[in-house]
């Protein structure tokens, strides 16, 4: 499961008439920690934004994201499931975050909607909110080799070296005088 991280970064612009401006932004960065958030923010907003200061991190509770192509307005939707107590019998309502991207409130509730339409469970959409990300960083694995592929080679080469012991031990034992 995802990890995803509220981050809030300002900068100044100059504006035609001289002055500075300092603007403020949301990025939302799927990362292991805090300190990975920070890293990625400046590895991903390094080339657009040459000089920002992090103003914030704190993580976001999100179920799922849906992510369409044709929109960059992001949406914080409330969805409510409702499930039913084994034990007792009683209802309960699990409320989850989710956001998606679209041009309107409308559309974001579409979207919510069709991208749930296959849930066995009941549920209900009780909150759209507008956002102020700009842009999502999902976690995207390295290309690199990593410790775990390295171990699993050496294992491989070791396992290819077992059959031949075994059989030099089976040899050595039936060349080996039985004791009667």
Same mark, same amino acid.
């Not at 939302?28 to 920070?38: C, G, I, K, M, R």
């Given at each position: 499961?995802?990890?995803?991280?509220?981050?809030?970064?300002?900068?100044?612009? #100059?504006? $035609?008439?001289?002055? #500075?401006?300092?603007?403020?932004? #949301?990025?939302?960065?799927?990362?292991?920690?805090?300190? /990975?958030? @920070?890293? *990625?923010?400046?590895?991903?907003?390094?080339?657009?934004?040459?000089?920002?200061?992090?103003?914030?991190?704190?993580?976001?509770?999100?179920?799922?994201?849906?992510?369409?192509?044709?929109?960059?307005?992001?949406?914080?939707?409330?969805?409510?499931?409702?499930?039913?107590? $084994?034990?007792?019998?009683? $209802?309960?309502?699990?409320?989850?975050? !989710?956001?998606?991207?679209?041009?309107?409130?409308?559309? +974001?509730? /579409? *979207?919510?909607? /069709?991208?749930?339409?296959? !849930?066995?469970?009941?549920?209900?959409?009780?909150?759209?909110?507008?956002?102020?990300?700009?842009?999502?960083?999902?976690?995207?694995?390295? &290309?690199?080799?990593?410790?775990?592929?390295?171990?699993?080679?050496?294992? @491989?080469?070791?396992? +290819?070296?077992?059959?031949?012991?075994?059989?030099?031990? $089976?040899?050595?034992?039936? #060349?080996?005088? &039985?004791?009667?």
């Amino acid at each position: 499961m995802a990890l995803w991280f509220s981050c809030k970064v300002k900068y100044a612009i #100059q504006q $035609e008439n001289g002055k #500075q401006l300092m603007k403020s932004e #949301q990025y939302l960065v799927d990362a292991l920690s805090f300190t /990975e958030a @920070e890293a *990625r923010l400046y590895t991903e907003l390094g080339s657009t934004i040459p000089e920002f200061m992090l103003a914030s991190v704190s993580k976001m509770n999100l179920a799922d994201i849906f992510h369409y192509d044709d929109a960059e307005t992001w949406y914080k939707c409330k969805v409510v499931y409702v499930s039913v107590d $084994e034990k007792t019998g009683k $209802e309960k309502k699990v409320p989850n975050v !989710m956001l998606v991207n679209a041009h309107s409130v409308k559309e +974001a509730h /579409e *979207r919510i909607e /069709e991208s749930l339409s296959t !849930m066995i469970v009941p549920f209900e959409i009780t909150d759209i909110n507008l956002t102020a990300i700009i842009e999502i960083f999902p976690y995207v694995a390295d &290309e690199k080799p990593t410790v775990q592929s390295k171990i699993t080679e050496e294992d @491989e080469g070791l396992k +290819a070296s077992i059959p031949s012991a075994v059989s030099a031990f $089976e040899n050595e034992a039936t #060349q080996a005088p &039985e004791n009667s």
